[in-house]
């Protein structure tokens, strides 16, 4: 399952619909998996504006990946101009290549990295999602739903 998945995920029973402690899932003895993709920066500067930062936040730093920004980057707006005065190039091109590095960072985390094995666990009702190979187990047993 990839970073990015968990972040449209939330817990489904019904008791927790109304709760915002279901969402993010918490992930749990998460068995992590780095696997290469072609580098996709429309994709990613498109996606960036439906994902919820601060759910992206704790479940980065509860995997590890604790140096996203605080705020989350607009990778669709133009770079910012560089000051007229001093060296314009040199500073544009630091600013792209910052901006490149943080595009580049954020495309690791939220389409290589994939949780192989572990759990999601609710932040309300403590209810366990499996993940095995990959995939997540989201149904529940009848006394829940």
């Given at each position: 399952m990839k970073i990015l998945t968990a972040?449209?995920?939330?817990?489904?029973?019904?008791a927790c619909k109304s709760s915002p402690r279901s969402f993010p899932?918490?992930?749990?003895?998460a068995e992590l998996e780095q696997v290469e993709g072609e580098y996709?920066?429309?994709?990613l500067?498109?996606?960036?504006?439906?994902?919820?930062?601060?759910?992206?936040?704790?479940?980065?730093?509860e995997l590890g990946f604790a140096s996203l920004p605080a705020e989350k980057p607009d990778l669709l707006s133009p770079a910012p101009d560089a000051p007229v005065d001093s060296e314009?190039?040199?500073e544009s091109?630091?600013?792209?290549?910052?901006?490149e590095k943080m595009a580049r960072d954020l495309h690791k985390?939220?389409?290589e990295t994939t949780v192989k094995e572990g759990k999601m666990v609710c932040g309300n009702c403590g209810h366990e999602y499996k993940?095995?190979?990959?995939?997540?187990?989201?149904?529940?047993?009848?006394?829940?739903?």
């Open positions: 972040n449209f995920l939330t817990c489904v029973v019904k899932l918490h992930f749990r003895d996709n920066p429309t994709f500067a498109n996606i960036l504006p439906r994902i919820e930062w601060e759910a992206l936040k704790i479940t980065a730093t314009p190039l040199a091109t630091e600013v792209e290549e910052a901006r985390l939220l389409l993940i095995k190979e990959g995939i997540a187990n989201f149904l529940l047993p009848n006394h829940l739903v």
